[in-house]
């Protein structure tokens, strides 16, 4: 493919609560066996852009080791590959990554060396499956700047975490507002661009010279009645998962048989790092009903419309209702948990009992199961 992908990768935000204090948001497990990133990574592997740059910076250790090797993805290759860039001192500058677009600007030298005419620019806390080159296609054939891909979402939707755009008949970009209080428009951006890579460096550059660092804010808002800047609809499922109430809906979505059958079973398929467990374990008296269960876990209690994730222990005569419970949690015998996320490596203590009523319960042990 005729393009580079860059991967914005190192934001946070306070609608996680104490799930992002561990990890970065694109580090979020989702599905049983992946990372939120996966789906970016393989979206950009199955639209064979073979060069790709993950922009990591908030609690990014998770999300470096899960980026360790670039094998699983299928980018280990001598034309392209896989980089990771964290913010670096120099003698120059010492900040952190300001924004999206200063976080470009940090690493321009990747896009100055390569010699791809466009960029596909993509976030990493967002689960869905597309063709890039559909959207490299409609960009050429508009004559575009700046193509937006853009959904259609419900009219209760709560759209005040997204970005919001009208569009004339062409498609074309009219008004855009960045996540704004209140809206007549449920069309939103998912986050995914694509520009041609020296537009892209002459834009960033500008916005640097005038101590500007949001991509949406300072380049596509500012240049909307400048530029071509053109909106690409998608239709199939797309969910971001940036705070606890959209994370856990997009883990439950996936106990439905056609999100499951869309991403597991049908093609292209979605890679991620793989860990070398044994098959989950269902021991005599046990119960499980329209569940995800992943390698790894034993289970000998009740698990109903719930997503567990890698070496969950479920105790005797536990029961584990429409919950979500992370990687490598022991749950003591008796233990009732409903309506919750338990973070990972947690010990829930025998006779414990969580159950979210008005809202999802994010459930963090402070024990000491591992030695500091």
């Known amino acids: 493919m005729r393009a580079l992908g860059i ?3 190192g934001g946070n935000n306070n609608r996680m609560r104490e799930l992002s204090n ?25 639209s064979h852009i ?17 980026l360790s090797s670039s094998k699983w993805w299928d980018f280990g290759r001598k034309q392209g590959g896989l980089f990771v860039f964290t913010p670096t001192i120099t003698p120059d500058n010492s900040f952190w990554y300001q924004g999206t677009a200063d976080a470009i600007y940090q690493n321009l030298d990747f896009l100055k060396r390569s010699h791809e005419p466009y960029v596909v620019i993509a976030s ?3 689960v869905y ?16 700047d700046v193509t937006i891909v853009c ?12 970005g919001v755009l009208r569009m004339n008949e062409d498609y074309r970009i009219e008004e855009f507002e960045e996540k704004p209080m209140v809206s007549d428009y449920h069309t939103i951006s998912t986050g995914i661009y694509v520009i041609r890579r020296r537009q892209l460096i002459e834009m960033i550059e500008r916005c640097a010279q005038e101590g500007r660092h949001d991509f949406v804010k300072d380049i596509l808002i500012r240049y909307k009645n400048l530029k071509r800047i053109y909106g690409y609809k998608i239709q199939d499922y797309w969910n971001n998962i940036s705070t606890v109430e959209a994370y856990y809906k997009t883990n439950m979505d996936f106990l439905k ?22 098959p989950a374990k269902y ?43 992370l990687n490598d949690v022991y749950l003591g015998d008796n233990t009732h948990i409903e309506n919750c996320i338990v973070e990972s490596r947690d010990t829930i203590r025998a006779n414990s009992y969580y159950c979210g009523e008005d809202e999802i319960i994010v459930v963090v042990e402070k024990n000491e199961r591992y030695a500091l």
């Open 22 to 46: 561990r990890r970065a948001i694109a580090a979020m497990p989702v599905a049983g066996s992946y990372r939120s990133i996966d789906f970016a990574l393989s979206n950009m592997a199955n």
């Open 257 to 278: 048989p056609e999100v499951r059958d869309y991403f597991f079973h049908q093609y292209p398929d979605i890679y991620s790092k793989i860990d070398d467990l044994p």
């Open 151 to 162: 959904k259609d979402v419900d009219a209760n939707e709560d759209v005040t975490r997204f």
């Open 283 to 325: 021991n005599p008296g046990c119960q499980v009903k329209n569940s995800l269960v992943s390698s790894g876990c034993i289970i000998n209690g009740q698990v109903e419309n719930s997503v567990l994730f890698k070496k969950v222990y479920v105790g005797n005569n536990c029961v584990i209702k429409n919950s979500i419970i």
């Open 124 to 126: 990493g806390d967002c």
């Open 50 to 66: 073979a060069k790709v740059a993950v922009l990591t910076q908030y609690n990014a250790r998770s999300l470096n080791e899960h």
């Open 129 to 144: 499956k597309l063709d890039y080159n559909k959207v490299l296609e409609y960009h050429i054939a508009k004559r575009a």
């Open 7 to 9: 991967i914005l990768a």
